[in-house]
């Protein structure tokens, strides 16, 4: 009898560690990029108060005549309740990481003050770490579940810091191969038009000197 | 004791489960506006996605107006989901090509603008790979199972880097070109400058002395 009550017991333990953790296993981490036109929000539910919300994001631009005026986007994270969390200002990449105080839908938002549409790249993640004072699990819960999870949460934030590298990566690389483009093709042209201007002077001074000369010296 | 341990697995399985359904990235799309989502996938990865349309009144089914287009295609233009006026759907496939795959949101044109809340959630890699089904097949623990989904992404953490260190090697050798490039076209630039002032004196003066006026 007491073998039998035993082993459900632990098939109960199980079943409630699995999906305990099955749960945290679908944790939102998304690493996605937008063109922004003018203003791109996105929210992302926070399940639990206490969260940390962390993310980067980066600027892929093409089109790199940003001129002093406009040095870059602005970022802004917006609380469930309405008030600003994050407000970034001129910026072509950021990363960020905050606790979140509530839980709920937190919208995190893009505006592009030039006409010339933005991509964006950015990464997003909440995580949850669960702590040995959770009200849902009383006595059958194992601290090794929280170090996983510390070790989970360590690991996206590995992830994260890659993605941020890959994404300045991509946009060093638009640079460089646009210094190439103007090392190469602009320089060639640049000759074509030298040759081009001096031959116009040369034809403009024959000219000059052609036949008005000529006919005065009679 | 058993009740209680049924009770909290209950409870725990309530609380467990239930904010699954609520939890994924949201964005609004305007009637008549295209809305894209790019994400990089490398070749042979796994990646899964799914959409659907909020409901603006439980009670009702969604208006057609809420109904929305999506397309998924890869850089090379190759369409890999389409589906046309609907509420909700799911898309699962391995990248054949490595860059960046498109989703594609299109809410058809109406005369009251309306905007429409989308909830969408596209995962790559790790977390795509269906984890319930290793844990069956597997027959294997939970803490196992964890343990494994660690492993995993501490392998694409690390195939990441070798991705990250080639790309550094190709950038270095495109700046070193550059670099030497820019060095010849330097003593180029100084050479063409020269002959062509050369040339011009050197043709003027002949024109100059042709008609005898030096």
């Known amino acids: 009898m007491d073998g039998k009550s035993c082993r459900r017991l632990q098939s109960a333990n199980l079943c409630l560690t699995f999906s305990f953790l099955l749960h945290f296993a679908t944790l939102s981490a998304s690493a996605l990029s937008i063109t922004v036109n003018k203003e791109e929000c996105v929210s992302e539910t926070v399940l639990f108060p206490g969260d940390t919300v962390s993310g980067n994001f980066v600027v ?74 959770d009200k849902a699990t009383d006595e059958h819960f194992n601290p090794v579940n929280v170090r996983i999870a510390e070790l989970r949460e360590a690991l996206h934030s590995v992830t994260a810091e890659q993605k941020y590298l890959k994404a300045r990566e991509v946009r060093h690389r638009f640079t460089n191969e646009s210094t190439r483009n103007r090392v190469i093709f602009y320089t060639l042209m640049e000759y074509v038009l030298l040759a081009i201007a001096s031959g116009l002077q040369v034809v403009y001074i024959r000219r000059l000197f052609g036949k008005s000369i000529a006919y005065n010296r009679i | 004791m058993i009740s209680r341990a049924a009770t909290l697995l209950v409870v725990v399985a309530v609380i467990g489960f239930l904010p699954n359904l609520s939890e994924s990235l949201r964005f609004d799309l305007q009637s008549g506006h295209t809305k894209c989502i790019a994400e990089d996938i490398k070749s042979n990865s796994m990646t899964v996605g799914n959409y659907h349309v909020q409901n603006p009144n439980e009670n009702t089914p969604l208006p057609d107006s809420h109904k929305l287009t999506v397309r998924v295609t ?91 260190r080639d790309r550094e090697e190709e950038m270095q050798e495109l700046n070193r070109t550059t670099n030497s490039r820019m060095f010849w076209l330097g003593f180029l630039s100084l050479f063409v400058c020269l002959s062509v002032a050369g040339l011009q004196f050197w043709h003027l003066k002949n024109f100059f002395e042709r008609k005898k006026l030096l």
Not at chain 2, 125 to 153: F, P, R, S
Request: with cysteine; hydrophobic share 35%.
């Open chain 1, 60 to 133: 892929i631009d093409h089109d790199i005549f940003w001129t002093p005026q406009h040095t870059g986007i602005r970022f802004t994270i917006t609380s469930p309740v309405g008030n600003q969390v994050l407000d970034v200002k001129g910026t072509s990449g950021h990363k960020f990481e905050f606790k979140a105080p509530r839980s709920g839908a937190y919208k995190f938002c893009f505006y592009n003050p030039v006409a010339a549409p933005e991509i964006v790249s950015f990464y997003i993640h909440t995580g949850h770490i669960p702590h040995q004072h």
């Open chain 2, 74 to 164: 890869s850089s090379y233009g190759n369409s890999y989901h389409y589906a046309e006026h609907v509420e909700s759907g799911q898309y699962a496939f391995t990248a054949a090509e490595s860059g960046d795959y498109m989703a594609c949101f299109w809410l058809p044109d109406h005369s009251p603008a309306i905007t429409a809340t989308v909830d969408f959630e596209w995962k790559t890699g790790v977390a795509a790979k269906d984890w319930g089904n290793v844990a069956k097949k597997g027959q294997i623990d939970v803490m196992e199972l964890e343990l494994k989904k660690l492993l995993d992404t501490v392998n694409s953490i690390h195939e990441e880097m070798f991705y990250l």
